[in-house]
């Protein structure tokens, strides 16, 4: 019986093409999207994705300031950062961040979605966030992303539990 030995492919540094996105975070949930452009920072979209190789894309986020945290999630959550003095732990609500820095929001939770390591400060490095709809990287034309699945639905995306005509949500136990 013979056998045919097959090759793999291992890309090399030189090889990868890195391509250009732009995507518009107005509405969409800070999670979904997150996870996507981690996706697509890691290159895992390609199939010549390598673990320990940057295959990636870069990624522009715009409109940071308008994405939105589901089930009011913004005023239960909070970002601990610590000193490493005593008593230097500081707590902030996701909604007082979402006000103040909603760049740094949106990198948290892409960072926390790639490896640790310098490969993944790497990628991260390819991330590349703004507040408003201007950039300045129009000169390598970046291709529209739109992430479809991201989008909440229109009964989740408020802050509160509240509907849009103000009545609150019940539940009914039946039994």
Same mark, same amino acid.
């Given at each position: ?21 732009? $995507? ?34 870069? @990624?522009? @986020? ?5 994405? $939105? ?36 929001? $949106? ?21 590349? @966030? ?23 639905? !229109? !009964?989740? $995306? !408020? ?13 009914? @136990?039946?039994?």
């Amino acid at each position: 019986m013979t056998r045919i030995a097959g090759k793999t492919y291992i890309p090399s540094e030189k090889s990868i093409e890195h391509k250009w996105y732009v $995507v518009d975070a107005d509405g969409m949930v800070l999670g979904r999207m997150a996870s996507e452009i981690a996706k697509l920072l890691r290159g895992k979209h390609k199939p010549i994705f390598t673990q320990n190789l940057d295959t990636g894309d870069n @990624v522009i @986020v715009v409109n940071a300031a308008k994405v $939105v945290m589901t089930a009011s999630k913004g005023d239960k959550l909070y970002h601990y950062t610590h000193s490493g003095y005593p008593g230097g732990l500081k707590a902030y609500r996701y909604s007082d961040l979402l006000d103040k820095k909603p760049d740094e929001v $949106v990198k948290m939770a892409v960072r926390g979605m790639l490896p640790k390591g310098r490969l993944g400060r790497r990628q991260l490095g390819k991330l590349h @966030v703004y507040r408003g709809s201007d950039h300045p990287h129009l000169a390598q034309k970046p291709l529209p992303l739109d992430i479809a699945h991201a989008k909440p639905a !229109s !009964s989740t $995306v !408020s802050s509160t539990d509240r509907k849009v005509d103000g009545s609150e949500d019940t539940k009914e @136990v039946n039994g």
